[in-house]
Every structure is written in structure tokens, then in C-alpha cells.
């Protein structure tokens, strides 16, 4: 299995990306798929995870802000992020259930 992030970039304060994360293999069958950011100093931390039902789970600092989806027919992950803070500024990585890792995608908000 490997996975691809794209859609990273430099975006201003308030504007909004969207992240892909490609999965190639066993994607139906592939129970979660979780996106990560990690920070420069900082330890890398949880932002959403989308599991093969449906269900989705937010860290609290991106409730209400980012959304995560899945399509089956792309092999495909989405982060969709509106409201977009300097703090959310990171290199944002996808995992798979068997703990595969993408190679990373760097999201800059700044002015």
C-alpha cells in the first residue's frame, strides 16, 4: 500500500485548501484512514480520521473548520480546511489502518 498527499501550499489567513491522499492497493477494505500534521518543535498530532462507514473524528482545534472524505471510486482521501490559521501551519501527512504513511504535503497560512 502506498499513499500520496497533494494540494499543500501557501494560502492567507482565513483562506481555505483541500488535501488528497491517494491510496493505492486495498483501499475498500482499508478500515481508516487518519490525516496528521506535525509542526516544526512540535509532536506530530491527529487532525481527522474518516473510517470505511462514514464516521468522522476532528482534533477540537479544527471542529467546525475541516472536513474529512473518502470516495471509493478515486482511492481517495479529502481534508477540505476553510478558516485556515497560522497555527494550522504544518506538513500534513495520511496514514492507512496497517500504520502506512504518506510522504507528506506542507500547508504555510501566513500573510
Known amino acids: 500500500v502506498q499513499l500520496v498527499e497533494s494540494g499543500g501550499g501557501l494560502v492567507q489567513p482565513g483562506g481555505s485548501l483541500r488535501l488528497s491522499c491517494v491510496v493505492s492497493?486495498?483501499?475498500?477494505?482499508?478500515?481508516?484512514i487518519q490525516w496528521h500534521r506535525q509542526s516544526p518543535g512540535k509532536q506530530r498530532e491527529l487532525v481527522a480520521a474518516?473510517?470505511?462507514?462514514?464516521?468522522?473524528k476532528y482534533a477540537d482545534s479544527v471542529k467546525g473548520r475541516f472536513t474529512i472524505s473518502r470516495d471509493n471510486a478515486s482511492h481517495a482521501v479529502y481534508l477540505q480546511m476553510n478558516s485556515l490559521k497560522p497555527e494550522d501551519t504544518a506538513i500534513y501527512y495520511c496514514?492507512?489502518?496497517?500504520?502506512?504513511w504518506g510522504q507528506g504535503t506542507q500547508v504555510t497560512v501566513s500573510s
Open positions: 492497493g486495498d483501499f475498500i477494505n482499508n478500515f481508516a
Open positions: 496514514q492507512d489502518a496497517l500504520g502506512n
Open positions: 474518516i473510517i470505511v462507514g462514514g464516521t468522522t
